[in-house]
């Protein structure tokens, strides 16, 4: 009887414990499905930022190269111009136009040592160099990352192909240059007026018809008066 009565007052602390552990147990595994969450939620958030920046650089048509201080690597990360193994720097300098690479070793070597904190890069490379393909016009950006000893161990450029709108550039200019010519050497006078009617510009002949060059006031007045007052 006194056996009974023992495990009859036992009983229901056995209960209470059971019940204790139950409830530490679905806490434990609610804790973790909530970690689990937060680190799902955390990797699909990395990884839609790393689409974001991929697409911004698709879209913007950047390219992305790191070079390794210490290794002496360019290796790509997003863009095609360093090969999959990567490429040493004089290995990448024989790409770069001749006559820049020394320049561009001194920009390297500033931005390691820190004199520089960006520099505003532009060269001019060659894809194949066992060709005669055309020199491309690379141009945008490059910094370092330093380490724990202040040193620079990566060198990072953000560069595009300009080579396409240099060209266009270059072609407006000169379209832009003979059109000047022209009007500065034709045979009839010829000014510019803006909307509002005042001068803009005059040709040879049309400072000459109106003493430009003898009298300065002459211009003066043409220049500060309005055509649709005169």
């Known amino acids: 009887m006194m056996i009974l009565f023992a495990n009859a007052n036992i009983l ?8 204790v552990l139950l409830i530490a147990i679905v806490y434990l595994n609610f804790r973790i499905r909530l970690v689990k969450a937060s680190l799902r939620r955390n990797q699909e958030r990395g990884d839609n930022l790393i689409n974001i920046k991929k697409f911004v650089l698709q879209v913007s048509e950047y390219k992305l190269v790191v070079f390794d201080v210490k290794e002496n690597v360019f290796r790509n990360v997003h863009g095609s111009k360093v090969s999959a ?17 020394d320049f561009v070793k001194n920009e390297l070597r500033k931005l390691i040592s820190k004199e520089k904190s960006l520099w505003e890069l532009r060269c001019h490379w060659r894809n194949d160099l066992d060709s005669d393909s055309e020199w491309m016009v690379l141009e945008g950006h490059a910094f370092a990352e330093f380490d724990k000893n202040d040193q620079g161990s990566v060198l990072i450029f953000a560069y595009k192909n300009m080579t396409k709108l240099r060209k266009v550039l270059k072609d407006d200019e000169e379209i832009t240059m003979k059109l000047q010519q022209m009007f500065e050497t034709s045979l009839v006078p010829m000014s510019f007026y803006d909307k509002n009617g005042m001068l803009l510009e005059v040709n040879r002949k049309m400072r000459e018809l109106c003493g430009f060059n003898e009298n300065p006031e002459n211009e003066k007045f043409f220049r500060e008066a309005c055509i649709f007052d005169i």
């Open 85 to 101: 193994d990567g490429m040493g720097r004089d290995e990448i300098l024989k790409h770069i136009y001749p006559g820049e690479r």
């Open 12 to 19: 229901p602390l056995m209960i209470s414990i059971i019940i």
